[in-house]
């Protein structure tokens, strides 16, 4: 079973700072990225940095967890 991370994201006109947080609120990961198309493709590879992939399930039709990962 995966764990739960909770992520929030500051934003601002120059960049977003962004930081993952487990349940019991302790912080597993931070990063700033800046506010353009570069930096929101840097934000979806840092938040899932490997292309998952669900045994059975061809790469391209696999289920996706939400929109943005797409």
């Keep these: 079973m995966d764990s739960v991370l909770y992520v929030g994201i500051d934003t601002s006109l120059g960049a977003h700072v962004v930081c ?9 990961a931070r990063t700033t990225v800046p506010n353009d198309q570069a930096g929101a493709e ?3 590879a ?5 292309p998952r ?5 061809p790469l391209a039709s696999r289920p996706r967890p939400c929109t943005m990962c797409r």
């Design 46 to 50: 840092w938040l899932h940095p490997t």
């Design 53 to 57: 992939r669900t045994r059975g399930w």
């Design 20 to 28: 993952a947080m487990a349940a019991d609120g302790q912080v597993v």
């Design 42 to 44: 840097q934000f979806v």
